[in-house]
């Protein structure tokens, strides 16, 4: 059984940073890409970036190029460093996993992703 369990999230000044970290266990991942999502209150989950194991497979979302980065941080281990957060950011940020390959329009459906972790809040203040 994969799990995937988010930590990082916390409360920020605008301006501030934040890294998320996503450690997955349960599986083999060197096939799968893992990804972060957020939702806003109110909002749709919104993909953000995305990056696999091997091969290509990362990609943002145009609106956080230049300000967030995905990184792999260990076999299991994916992280998303925010940097210059703006209030708007404020949303339960999610990790998601899935095995199969696609492009970029693949790997930014949330229907795309067959695990995701439980979300890890981040609020920006102003």
């Known amino acids: 059984q994969v799990m995937l369990v988010e930590s990082g999230g916390g409360l920020v000044q605008a301006g501030g940073s934040l890294r998320l970290s996503c450690a997955a266990s349960?599986?083999?991942?060197?096939?799968?890409?893992m990804a972060w999502f957020r939702q806003a209150p109110g909002k749709e989950r919104e993909f953000v970036a995305s990056?696999?194991?091997?091969?290509?497979?990362t990609y943002y979302a145009d609106s956080y190029k230049g300000r967030f980065t995905i990184s792999r941080d260990s076999a299991n281990t994916v992280a998303l460093q925010m940097n210059s957060l703006r209030p708007e950011d404020t949303a339960v940020y999610y990790c998601a996993a899935v095995a199969a390959v696609g492009g970029r329009d693949f790997y930014a459906r949330p229907g795309s992703y067959d695990y995701w972790g439980q979300g890890t809040q981040v609020t920006v203040s102003s």
């Open positions: 990056h696999r194991w091997s091969g290509p497979g």
């Open positions: 349960g599986g083999s991942f060197s096939n799968y890409a």
